[in-house]
Structure formats: C-alpha cells, structure tokens
Nanobody, 116 residues
Framework: QVQLVESGGGLVQPGGSLRLSCAAS????????MGWYRQAPGKQRELVAN???????NYRDSVKGRFTISRDNTNNTVYLQMNNLKPEDTAVYYC??????????WGQGTQVTVSS
C-alpha cells in the first residue's frame, strides 16, 4: 500500500509558476515510477510527466520546456515545477505511483487554476 498526498495547487495568473508536491508513505518509494496526471472538466485524465525509478523522465509535448518533474527518494517526495503556466493547464492534478509487481496508486488531487 502507498498513500499519496498532493499539495501546492492554487490560483495563478498566466505566465506564473507553481510547484506541486506529492508525499508518499507506506512502501518503498524508490521502487515506484512516479507521475503527474491532470484532468480538466469534461476531459479525460492525461499524463503530464513521469519519472522512472532510475530517474528517466517523460513529458507530454504541451508542457515540454515549461514543466519539470523531479523526485527525492530520501524524503519520499515527487515534485512538479510548473513555469509559464497557461489557461489550458487548468485542471485537477493527480499524483500517481506505479510498480508492475506492487500496484498502482493515486492521490486525491490538487486544483490548479490559471486565470487572470
């Protein structure tokens, strides 16, 4: 079992920045691939970025160059630094932990709203 708790969402103006955090507990954090997903109203949940246990990262095209995912295996935390935010980034952002043998887990989500 893994418990994931997100924080750091909020309201920001276009061009602004936010840093999301996801604190994990309950299992061996370093064994999991960690990801950030988002879901806007009326749309499907989509992968924003993920980071493998070895540190390799992947980003969806629309956030490349603006978002950075990182992980701290000492403190069992994954981060998403979001810069130059756009209104289309508005969504609920979810933290995800995946391991083929150990399972898949989700956080409760944190709202990000980009608006002037």
């Amino acid at each position: 079992q893994v418990q994931l708790v997100e924080s750091g969402g909020g309201l920001v103006q276009p061009g602004g920045s936010l840093r999301l955090s996801c604190a994990a507990s309950g299992s061996i954090f370093r064994l999991y691939a960690m990801g950030w997903y988002r879901q806007a109203p009326g749309k499907q949940r989509e992968l924003v970025a993920n980071i493998m246990s070895g540190g390799r990262t992947n980003y969806r095209d629309s956030v490349k160059g603006r978002f950075t995912i990182s992980r701290d295996n000492t403190n069992n935390t994954v981060y998403l630094q979001m810069n130059n935010l756009k209104p289309e980034d508005t969504a609920v952002y979810y933290c995800n932990a995946q391991n083929v043998a150990l399972g898949t887990y989700w956080g409760q989500g944190t709202q990000v709203t980009v608006s002037s």
